[in-house]
């Protein structure tokens, strides 16, 4: 069983930053792709970035150029910086992992961090 835990919410203005934080726990050898997701009211939960272990990422287009996703293999922990905000990546955030590669991203998930970007 993995656990997966999101830190770092917030309330923040227009403009501004925030970095959130993963950790991944349980019955864990590795973890191939770690990727951050987002639900904002309404709207079905997508994917905004993500990472494998050998450090590729993948970015959604709303997010490219804003946001870096890292990640620390040791801890089995991702992160996400979030620049320069817009009141539509108001919404809360959760990681998810891929174990292989070819792996779908688990069933499971964390409760999630709630982001508003509001003035």
């Known amino acids: 069983q993995v656990q997966l835990v999101e830190s770092g919410g917030g309330l923040v203005q227009p403009g501004g930053s925030l970095r959130l934080s993963c950790a991944a726990s349980g019955s864990i050898f590795s973890i191939y792709t770690m990727g951050w997701f987002r639900q904002a009211p309404g709207k079905q939960r997508e994917l905004v970035a993500a990472?494998?272990?050998?450090?590729?990422?993948n970015y959604a287009d709303s997010v490219k150029g804003r946001f870096t996703i890292s990640r620390d293999n040791a801890k089995n922990m991702a992160f996400l910086q979030m620049n320069s905000l817009k009141p539509e990546d108001t919404a809360v955030y959760y990681c998810?992992?891929?174990?292989?590669?070819?792996?779908?991203?688990?069933?499971?998930w964390g409760q999630g961090t709630l982001v508003t970007v509001s003035s």
């Open positions: 998810n992992v891929a174990l292989r590669p070819g792996d779908r991203y688990l069933g499971v």
């Open positions: 990472m494998t272990s050998g450090g590729s990422t």
